[in-house]
C-alpha cells in the first residue's frame, strides 16, 4: 500500500529504540537537504516496519519479510529515488533472510535499515533469529548480521550504530544515504534498538558495546579484517559497532550498482518516455529480429 506523505500519530512504546532511528533517519533526510517528494521509505511489517507512518516523505507498507524487493523495485523504476527501506530483525533474518542476502549481491543503492531488538515485538516478545540462548525457550544460536555481511563479497557500505547513539548513528545513516546517492550501491545498517517491553537491553548493549573503529588493526576497507575484529570482539562477550565496511571509490565490487548497469542513461522506466512515436524505431528492429 503506498501511503500520502502525512505521518500519522506514533503507536511505538514510550522509550522504545526506534524512536532514535526515527530520529536519526529524519536529521539525515535533512542535513542532506533530500526534498521529501524524492524519497520513499519502505517498510516491513513489525513494530519497527511501521516508521513509514511517521516520517513526512512518501511510504509503502510491504509484505512481511517482501520489504527489499519492493525497494529495490522503485530503485529500478526510478534510480533519481532515495530508497530506504527498514524493518524488523524477524522481518530481515527469518521471512526475509533470502533477499537479505541476495540484496548484497544487487547492489542497487538503496540503504536498508534493520532495528534489531533480538525479538518479535509486534506479536509479543517471541524468539527471533538474534535471540541469545534461553530468550523465550530459545535454542538455537544466534545470526549475526554483520558477520554475514563482511563475509559476502560485495560493494556494500555496512554499519552498525546504538540508538543510545542517535549522534553517531545520524552521521552513519547520512553517510550511507550520500553513499546511495552517489549511485556507489548497497548500504546496510543494523541498528540495536532495544525493545523496552518485551527484552529491554538497553543497560546491557550500553555496557557491552565496542566502537570497533577504535581497535588496532581496524580497515573499513577491507572486510576480513574488520571481520576477525568483529569476531575477537563478540568472543570477548563485546558487541561490535561503527563502520564495517567503508568500499573505497570505485572498486570491481562497488562499479556495478543494478540500477546504472541495467539503466545506463539513468533515467528508469517511471520516468521514460514510453510512447509509441518515440519508440517507434526500436520497436521496429524488435520486430524485424522477430523474423
Ligand atoms: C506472512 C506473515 N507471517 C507472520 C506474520 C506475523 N508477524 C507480524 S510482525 C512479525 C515479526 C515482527 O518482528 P520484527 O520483524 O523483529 O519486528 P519488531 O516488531 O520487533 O520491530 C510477525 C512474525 C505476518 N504479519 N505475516
Ligand atoms: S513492543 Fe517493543 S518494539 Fe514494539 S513499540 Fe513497544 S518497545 Fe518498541
Ligand atoms: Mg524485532
Same mark, same amino acid.
Given at each position: 500500500?503506498?501511503?500520502?506523505?502525512?505521518?500519522?500519530?506514533?503507536?511505538?512504546?514510550?522509550?522504545?529504540?526506534?524512536?532514535?532511528?526515527?530520529?536519526?533517519?529524519?536529521?539525515?533526510?535533512?542535513?542532506?537537504? @533530500?526534498?521529501?517528494?524524492?524519497?520513499?521509505?519502505?517498510?516491513?511489517?513489525?513494530?519497527?516496519?511501521?516508521?513509514?507512518?511517521?516520517?513526512?516523505?512518501?511510504?509503502?507498507?510491504?509484505?512481511?519479510?517482501?520489504?527489499?524487493?519492493?525497494? @529495490?523495485?522503485?530503485?529500478?523504476?526510478?534510480?533519481?529515488?532515495?530508497?530506504?527501506?527498514?524493518?524488523?530483525?524477524?522481518?530481515?533474518?527469518?521471512?526475509?533472510?533470502?533477499?537479505?542476502?541476495?540484496?548484497?549481491?544487487?547492489?542497487?543503492?538503496?540503504?536498508?535499515?534493520?532495528?534489531?531488538?533480538?525479538?518479535?515485538?509486534?506479536?509479543?516478545?517471541?524468539?527471533?533469529?538474534?535471540?541469545?540462548?534461553?530468550?523465550?525457550?530459545?535454542?538455537?544460536?544466534?545470526?549475526?548480521?554483520?558477520?554475514?555481511?563482511?563475509?559476502?563479497?560485495?560493494?556494500?557500505?555496512?554499519?552498525?550504530?546504538?540508538?543510545?547513539?542517535?549522534?553517531?548513528?545520524?552521521?552513519?545513516?547520512?553517510?550511507?544515504?550520500?553513499?546511495?546517492?552517489?549511485?556507489?550501491?548497497?548500504?546496510?545498517?543494523?541498528?540495536?534498538?532495544?525493545?523496552?517491553?518485551?527484552?529491554?537491553?538497553?543497560?546491557?548493549?550500553?555496557?557491552?558495546?565496542?566502537?570497533?573503529?577504535?581497535?588496532?588493526?581496524?580497515?573499513?576497507?577491507?572486510?576480513?579484517?574488520?571481520?576477525?575484529?568483529?569476531?575477537?570482539?563478540?568472543?570477548?562477550?563485546?558487541?561490535?559497532?561503527?563502520?564495517?565496511?567503508?568500499?573505497?571509490?570505485?572498486?570491481?565490487?562497488?562499479?556495478?550498482?543494478?540500477?546504472?548497469?541495467?539503466?545506463?542513461?539513468?533515467?528508469?522506466?517511471?520516468?521514460?518516455?514510453?510512447?509509441?512515436?518515440?519508440?517507434?524505431?526500436?520497436?521496429?528492429?524488435?520486430?524485424?529480429?522477430?523474423?
Amino acid at each position: 500500500m503506498v501511503q500520502s506523505a502525512k505521518p500519522t500519530a506514533n503507536t511505538w512504546c514510550p522509550g522504545c529504540g526506534d524512536f532514535g532511528v526515527l530520529a536519526a533517519a529524519k536529521k539525515a533526510i535533512l542535513d542532506l537537504k @533530500i526534498p521529501p517528494h524524492e524519497a520513499v521509505l519502505v517498510g516491513g511489517i513489525g513494530c519497527s516496519g511501521g516508521i513509514h507512518n511517521f516520517i513526512d516523505i512518501n511510504g509503502v507498507h510491504a509484505l512481511h519479510g517482501r520489504l527489499l524487493a519492493q525497494a @529495490i523495485g522503485l530503485k529500478l523504476a526510478n534510480p533519481q529515488l532515495t530508497v530506504i527501506a527498514a524493518g524488523g530483525d524477524g522481518d530481515g533474518y527469518a521471512i526475509g533472510m533470502g533477499h537479505f542476502m541476495h540484496a548484497f549481491k544487487k547492489n542497487a543503492s538503496i540503504l536498508y535499515i534493520v532495528m534489531n531488538n533480538e525479538t518479535y515485538g509486534l506479536t509479543k516478545g517471541q524468539a527471533s533469529p538474534t535471540s541469545r540462548l534461553g530468550f523465550e525457550g530459545n535454542i538455537e544460536v544466534p545470526f549475526d548480521a554483520i558477520l554475514t555481511a563482511l563475509s559476502i563479497p560485495s560493494g556494500a557500505f555496512v554499519a552498525r550504530t546504538f540508538s543510545g547513539d542517535p549522534k553517531t548513528m545520524t552521521a552513519v545513516l547520512s553517510e550511507a544515504l550520500q553513499f546511495n546517492r552517489d549511485h556507489r550501491g548497497y548500504a546496510f545498517v543494523e541498528d540495536l534498538s532495544p525493545c523496552v517491553t518485551y527484552n529491554d537491553t538497553f543497560k546491557e548493549w550500553r555496557e557491552k558495546i565496542v566502537n570497533i573503529e577504535k581497535l588496532p588493526g581496524y580497515d573499513p576497507t577491507d572486510r576480513s579484517a574488520v571481520f576477525r575484529l568483529c569476531s575477537e570482539t563478540m568472543r570477548a562477550g563485546k558487541i561490535p559497532v561503527g563502520v564495517m565496511h567503508r568500499p573505497p571509490k570505485p572498486t570491481d565490487e562497488s562499479s556495478n550498482p543494478l540500477e546504472l548497469k541495467l539503466l545506463p542513461d539513468n533515467i528508469g522506466p517511471a520516468r521514460a518516455d514510453i510512447g509509441l512515436e518515440h519508440n517507434l524505431a526500436a520497436y521496429r528492429t524488435l520486430l524485424a529480429s522477430a523474423g
